[in-house]
């Protein structure tokens, strides 16, 4: 879990060791609201918005991937305190509720 303060930094530093194909799921303390970034290229990172809204963003650099995430910080995890993140082997891993009851937001236990 990550302080919201210094979430953006924390962010940044990982993106830019995040190998091609991988991503980074940021989640909220409950776990029903996602943003997920994976890297596509050697600057080419696309991003994926559930929650309040339902968006995708794909072909943006590392500066554009930092700005995207400011306003999304403020739309998904606005009274969030603490963030939780994960680094996953591949933006497929990141579409599996993560809840523990099994079913809820993403359907039903894989």
Same mark, same amino acid.
Not at 71 to 87: A, G, H, N, Q, W
């Given at each position: 879990? =990550?302080? @919201? #303060?210094? +979430? %953006? &930094?924390? *962010? %940044?530093?990982? +993106?830019? @060791?995040?190998?091609?194909?991988? /991503?980074?799921?940021?989640?909220?303390?409950?776990?029903?609201?996602? *943003? /997920?970034?994976? !890297? $596509?290229?050697?600057? #080419?990172?696309? *991003? *994926?918005?559930?929650?309040?809204?339902?968006?995708?963003? %794909? &072909?943006?650099?590392?500066?554009? #991937? =930092? @700005?995207?995430? !400011? $306003?999304?910080?403020?739309? %998904?995890f606005p009274r969030s305190t603490k963030v939780r993140c994960y680094t996953l082997s591949s933006p497929d891993a990141a579409d599996v509720n993560?809840?523990?009851? &099994? #079913?809820?937001?993403? &359907?039903?236990?894989?």
């Amino acid at each position: 879990m =990550l302080n @919201r #303060a210094s +979430l %953006e &930094g924390d *962010v %940044e530093a990982r +993106l830019r @060791r995040l190998p091609i194909g991988h /991503c980074l799921d940021l989640r909220t303390f409950k776990r029903n609201r996602s *943003v /997920c970034f994976h !890297r $596509t290229g050697a600057d #080419a990172y696309g *991003v *994926v918005e559930k929650g309040f809204h339902e968006e995708s963003w %794909e &072909g943006l650099s590392l500066d554009e #991937a =930092l @700005r995207l995430l !400011r $306003t999304l910080l403020r739309r %998904e995890f606005p009274r969030s305190t603490k963030v939780r993140c994960y680094t996953l082997s591949s933006p497929d891993a990141a579409d599996v509720n993560r809840m523990g009851h &099994g #079913a809820g937001r993403f &359907g039903s236990a894989r």
